[in-house]
C-alpha cells in the first residue's frame, strides 16, 4: 500500500481529480453569473401607476383643465432596467402647451428620462385640454357638520371657519358655474364638547358637481361649540306600591322643590313638571328615602340625581296570627 502511494501514479491520480474539482467549481459560478445575467438581461414588461403629468403654459394668464393628474406607464425590455426605472423614479411625464392658443386641444403625453433600451407606452397617449384665460377672486367658506354625530341630547351652537374666505383660481367658465364653497368637517366619535379639526375646501356647481379649479388655502379650520340645553322643573312626587297591611300612607314630600333636566331643547320644552314614582311598599313607619331619579327618552342628564322623600304614615304593622299548635 506504501507503495502505491508513493507511485507516480498515485500522484497523477491525485493531481487529475483536484484538477477536476477545480474545473468544475470555476464552471458552476460562471454558470451562475450566467444565469443572473441571463435573467437580467430577459424581456419584461411591466405597468407603473399614479404617475404625474406636469403641464408647461403661461401659468400667470392662462388656466388649463382637462388633464388628469396622473397615468399609467408601460415599461417593455430588460428586467433589470425596469427595476431600476422602479427604483429611482428618475423620469417625467409631461404636456408642452408654451405656444398653445386659447380653446380645445388634443396633445400628447411626452416624456423623459427613461432609458433607451425600454419600449415606454403611456396611457392615455393623448389628452384634451381646455385653456382659457386666467382669473381669481375670493369667496366665503360655507362649514358644515352632521348633526347626527352629536351625543345624546347636545345640539350645535356654533360652527365656525378659518380663514371664513379663500382665492379661487381658474377659468372664466369654472368660476362662472360656483354655487357652493364648502367645508364638511367628519368626525369618527360622537361630539359632547368643543371640537376642531381641518377640512378640505370643495368647490361646487348648482348640481354638486366638483369645478376644476385651485382653492389657496385647500383646507381651513373647523370649530364647533355645543351646548347641552338644560331646565328647571318641578317635581310631582307618586307614592307606588301597597305599604304592609295597617299601614296608611299621609304624605310624601321633599324640600327639593325643582330640579334641572338636561337634553334636547325640542324635549325639554315640553317638560313642566317630572314624576319620580316613590315605592312604599316596605315602608312601616315615617321615614325618609333617597329617591333615585330616572332619566326619560330625550334626556341626557338630571341634577341632582337622588332627592330625599319623607314618607309619612298612620297606623302599625299588623301582627300575623300565630299557628296554633296541634295537641
Known amino acids: 500500500m506504501d507503495k502505491f502511494v508513493d507511485s507516480a501514479w498515485f500522484v497523477r491520480i491525485v493531481a487529475l481529480l483536484l484538477a477536476l474539482l477545480l474545473y468544475i467549481s470555476v464552471n458552476f459560478a460562471d454558470l451562475q453569473l450566467n444565469k443572473k445575467a441571463s435573467e ?20 400667470e394668464n392662462l388656466f388649463v383643465s382637462g388633464l388628469p393628474e396622473t397615468v399609467e406607464v408601460e415599461l417593455e425590455g430588460p428586467n433589470s432596467i425596469i427595476e431600476s426605472e422602479k ?5 417625467e411625464l409631461f404636456v408642452d402647451l408654451t405656444n398653445v392658443s386659447i380653446g380645445k ?5 411626452k ?8 419600449n415606454v407606452t403611456v396611457q392615455p397617449e393623448t389628452v384634451e385640454v381646455l385653456v382659457e384665460e386666467r382669473v381669481s377672486d375670493y369667496y366665503t367658506v360655507s362649514p358644515e357638520f352632521d348633526s347626527s354625530m352629536l351625543a345624546e341630547g347636545y345640539q350645535t351652537e356654533e360652527v365656525s371657519v378659518d380663514p371664513r374666505r379663500v382665492q379661487v383660481t381658474g377659468s372664466k367658465t369654472a368660476l362662472s358655474k360656483i354655487v357652493y364653497v364648502k367645508a364638511t368637517f367628519n368626525v369618527e366619535e360622537k361630539v359632547s364638547q368643543e371640537t376642531a379639526g381641518t377640512a378640505k375646501v370643495q368647490v361646487l356647481d348648482k348640481d354638486l358637481n366638483k369645478l376644476d379649479v385651485k382653492v389657496e388655502p385647500e383646507t381651513v379650520q373647523v370649530s364647533i361649540s355645543v351646548k347641552n340645553p338644560s331646565k328647571k322643573v318641578a317635581l310631582n312626587l307618586t307614592p307606588t306600591g301597597s305599604p304592609p297591611a295597617g299601614v296608611t300612607v299621609t304624605s310624601v314630600s321633599t324640600d327639593t322643590e325643582e330640579i334641572t333636566v338636561y337634553g334636547k331643547e325640542s324635549v325639554i320644552k315640553e317638560i313642566e313638571e317630572l314624576n319620580i314614582p316613590v315605592d312604599v311598599s316596605s315602608v312601616e313607619k315615617n321615614t325618609t328615602l333617597n329617591v333615585p331619579i330616572e332619566i326619560s327618552e330625550g334626556l341626557n342628564f338630571v341634577s341632582p340625581q337622588t332627592v330625599k322623600v319623607k314618607v309619612t304614615v298612620e297606623g302599625s304593622p299588623k301582627s300575623k296570627p300565630k299557628e296554633e299548635s296541634n295537641a
Not at 427604483?87 to 423620469?91: E, G, M, P, T, V
Not at 386641444?105 to 403625453?109: D, E, G, M, N
Open 40 to 59: 437580467s438581461a430577459q424581456e419584461n414588461s411591466e405597468v407603473i401607476t399614479d404617475v404625474p403629468v406636469q403641464a408647461y403654459y403661461d401659468t
Open 87 to 91: 427604483r429611482l423614479q428618475d423620469f
Open 105 to 109: 386641444h388634443r396633445v400628447p403625453i
Open 111 to 118: 416624456y423623459t428620462g427613461f432609458s433607451d433600451k425600454l
